[in-house]
C-alpha cells in the first residue's frame, strides 16, 4: 500500500528516514520538500541520496492532489475542482486581497451536516479529509495563483479559512494535525488561522482545550432554536444556549474573541425581529459578528435579502454596542463563495 508523506512533520518524517536506513536530520529535508517547494514526485527531492529515495518511493507518494477545473472571477477570487488519489473530488478557493492572500480549505468530501441553505450540505457525504489532503489544497492553491501570475512570487498564502465543505469539528484529528503543519511546516501565524463550526458544542469545548491562538468562527444564522432546527437539522441536539456558552468557554481559555456568523436568508431570518433576538442573545460577549448575504444554490429556495434589511440588521447590532461587519461577497459568480461550494459532486 502507497502512504502520504504529506500531512507527516519533520519529526515522524525523520522517524521514517531512520527505518529505511538514513538519518532523522533527512526528514527536516523532506519536510522542506513537501511544505516549502510543494513537489509532486520523490524524485524531485534532489538533496536525498537516490538509494533512499528509492526506496521511499516503494511505500510512500507526496501525496499531492490532481487539479481537474478551475475557474476564475472578475473580483480575483478563483477555485480549484482538485481529485484526490482515491478519486473523490473536493473544492478549494483562493482570495487574494491588497493586504493578505486567504485559502478556503475543505476538510471533508461533502458535508454531513445538511444545511438547507448551503451546497456542500445537499451534495450528501462520502468521508472525512486526511491533514495532508488539506494542506494539499493550500499548495494546488499557491501553485495555481503563482502559475497563472494572479499573485506575485514574495506573496505567498499567509491566511486560512476553514470554511470550505465539510464540518472541521466532526474531523478533529485532522484538521488540528493540519493546523500544526501550516504554523511549524508552513509558517502561517496561527492569528491568521480561522476555524468554522456549524455549532457542535463537543469540539468547541475540546478546542478550546488546545489554547490555540487561532480564531473560531460559530455558525449561528439564528437566533432561537425553533428557526435553527428548521435551517440546520443536522445540529439540532445542541440549544442555541448551549453553543453560546461553549462559545464562552473557548474565549476564557484562550483570550480570543469568537466571531459569529450569521447567513442572512430573505423571509426567513433577516427580520427586525430576529435581529433584536441576536442582540439580546450576544449583548453581554465579547465576540464579533459576521453577516452573511445568502450567495445563490440552485433549487435551495432561499434569496439573499434586499439590501434595505441588510442594513437594518446591522444598525440594529451596531446600536447593541455588538461588533458588525457585512461579509464582502466574492466569488459568487463562480459558485466559489459561502455555501456554494460542491466539490463537483452534482
Known amino acids: 500500500m502507497i502512504n502520504s508523506l504529506l500531512g507527516l512533520d519533520a519529526i515522524e518524517l525523520g522517524v521514517i528516514a531512520r527505518q529505511l536506513g538514513e538519518k532523522p536530520f533527512r526528514g527536516k529535508q523532506m519536510a522542506d520538500w513537501l ?27 507526496p501525496g499531492r492532489s490532481t487539479v481537474i477545473r478551475t475557474s476564475r472571477s472578475k473580483d480575483r477570487t478563483f477555485k480549484l475542482l482538485l481529485r484526490l488519489m482515491d478519486g473523490e473530488c473536493i473544492e478549494a478557493v483562493g482570495m487574494p486581497y491588497k493586504e493578505r492572500f486567504s485559502c478556503c480549505v475543505s476538510t471533508q468530501v461533502g458535508c454531513p451536516v445538511g444545511c438547507l ?85 463537543p469540539g468547541i469545548y475540546k478546542l478550546a482545550e488546545e489554547r490555540l491562538q487561532l480564531t473560531l468562527a460559530i455558525s449561528l444564522h439564528a437566533a432561537d432554536d425553533e428557526l435553527r432546527r428548521k435551517i440546520v437539522p443536522g445540529m439540532s441536539g445542541y440549544k442555541i444556549r448551549d453553543i453560546i456558552q461553549a462559545g464562552r ?31 439580546e442573545l450576544l449583548k453581554d460577549l465579547n465576540c464579533h459578528v459576521n453577516l452573511i448575504p445568502f450567495n ?50 452534482i
Open 35 to 61: 511544505y516549502s517547494k510543494g513537489v509532486r514526485q520523490i524524485d524531485e527531492m534532489n538533496n536525498l541520496p537516490g538509494d533512499f529515495k528509492s526506496a521511499l518511493s516503494k511505500a510512500y507518494t
Open 117 to 201: 441553505f448551503c451546497a456542500t450540505g445537499n451534495s450528501g457525504f462520502k468521508r472525512n479529509l486526511s491533514a495532508g489532503e488539506i494542506i494539499d489544497q493550500v499548495l494546488s492553491v499557491g501553485e495555481f495563483a503563482y502559475r497563472q501570475k494572479i499573485v506575485g512570487e514574495m506573496k505567498r498564502i499567509n491566511n486560512i479559512v476553514f470554511m470550505g465543505m465539510g464540518e472541521p469539528l466532526l474531523n478533529y484529528d485532522a484538521t488540528i494535525k493540519a493546523v500544526h503543519l501550516l504554523n511549524g511546516e508552513m509558517g502561517i501565524g496561527m492569528r491568521n488561522i480561522t476555524i468554522s463550526t456549524i455549532g457542535y458544542v
Open 249 to 279: 468557554a473557548y474565549f476564557q481559555e484562550t483570550g480570543r474573541r469568537v466571531t459569529y456568523e450569521y447567513c442572512l436568508l430573505g423571509g426567513v431570518n433577516d427580520s427586525f425581529a430576529n435581529a433584536n433576538k441576536l442582540a
Open 296 to 345: 445563490s444554490v440552485a433549487g435551495s429556495g432561499f434569496h439573499t435579502p434586499d439590501q434595505e434589511n441588510i442594513n437594518r440588521f446591522y444598525s440594529v447590532l451596531e446600536k447593541a454596542h455588538i461588533a458588525v461587519t457585512v461579509r464582502e461577497q466574492r466569488g459568487e459568480a463562480i459558485q466559489a463563495a459561502c455555501g456554494q461550494l460542491r466539490g463537483g459532486l
